[in-house]
């Protein structure tokens, strides 16, 4: 390893071992390098540097404490929560459920601010003008591609159809919404007023199965299908193999930090789930036997 990525890996350790809060339950923003994990009706923060089990959980939330802000219908939408991204400066979790839901979850209070019906959702994201796009997977009412207004619950704004959507990236550079489906990778812009999207162009992906998608810098994004991971270059429009988990199955969420070679990530060991966290550089499994774990997301 190069001596800048020895320093820049030590640094990291040195913040994540620096306490946030006394008690974290209290936390009111994530700490850069800590890592969202979500399965069941539930959502963790963890602080890698303090465990490697659940004594590394600073922050939970499960959806029964914030339940009585929304229609109690929802109870039942929330019971395999699928993505839990940070967002707005690491200030809240925008939430999906495959059981049906799409929240926005404040840290601080546990307050719901935004919440919609979305069926067999598996991915969503943050948009301009406070918008939030979401992907549907395989359900009678699904596979699409949704957006919301943030301030409107539960009405769709635009629709397009999605076959086992599972992925949803803004690139803010661009201005351009990068969506994963089963075979396919779609690139779409908001149109003028905000209010819609238009498709710019679809390409396939080197495999079937796409499962997840996320963000390595402003001209790169990973794509994870059934069996295996690629590195997708936006500018040049062509997929490479990301020799880490280029042959890997079922990789369920993927986070790569290319600056200092970080990669964190979660695999379907017990059918869709798992008790574990991979992390690379340095080695680490983070094991959670309470939670039927699916992804994770790290703050960046």
Same mark, same amino acid.
């Given at each position: ?108 209070? &546990?307050?719901?601010? $935004?919440?919609?019906?979305? @069926?067999? *959702?598996?991915?969503?994201? =943050? ?5 939030? %796009? ?100 936006? &500018?040049?429009?062509? $997929?490479?193999?990301?020799? @880490?988990? *280029?042959?890997?199955?079922? =990789? ?5 930090? %290319? ?42």
């Amino acid at each position: 390893m190069k001596p800048s990525r020895i320093i820049d890996t030590l640094v990291l350790w040195i913040i994540l071992a620096i306490p946030f809060l006394g008690n974290g339950q209290q936390l009111t923003q994530i700490p850069k390098g800590y890592w969202v994990a979500c399965g069941d009706d539930k959502v963790l923060i963890i602080n890698p540097a303090i465990g490697s089990d659940s004594s590394a959980i600073v922050w939970k939330w499960q959806f029964g404490e914030s339940a009585n802000q929304i229609p109690k219908e929802y109870s039942n939408y929330f019971k395999s929560i699928d993505e839990c991204k940070p967002v707005f400066s690491n200030k809240k979790i925008l939430i999906t459920s495959s059981t049906g839901a799409t929240c926005l979850l404040n840290i601080a209070d &546990k307050k719901i601010e $935004f919440y919609a019906k979305t @069926p067999m *959702a598996h991915s969503a994201d =943050i948009l301009p003008g406070k918008l939030v %796009a979401v992907a549907n997977s395989t359900h009678p009412k699904g596979n699409s591609l949704e957006l919301y207004q943030l301030d409107q619950p539960e009405k769709p704004i635009y629709k397009d159809t999605l076959y086992s959507g599972h992925g949803v990236i803004w690139n803010n550079r661009l201005q351009q919404l990068f969506v994963l489906g089963y075979d396919d990778l779609r690139t779409y812009k908001l149109t003028d007023a905000k209010k819609s999207l238009t498709l710019v162009n679809t390409i396939k992906i080197p495999g079937q199965g796409g499962h997840d998608l996320s963000r390595i810098d402003d001209n790169r994004l990973l794509v994870s299908f059934t069996d295996g991971v690629v590195i997708f270059s936006i &500018k040049e429009r062509k $997929f490479d193999p990301f020799s @880490p988990l *280029a042959d890997a199955h079922h =990789i369920k969420s993927i986070n790569w930090n %290319a600056k200092i070679n970080r990669l964190i990530y979660t695999k379907a060991e017990e059918s869709w789930w798992t008790n574990n966290i991979y992390a690379t550089n340095p080695n680490q499994k983070v094991y959670i036997p309470t939670l039927k774990l699916y992804k994770v997301r790290v703050c960046d």
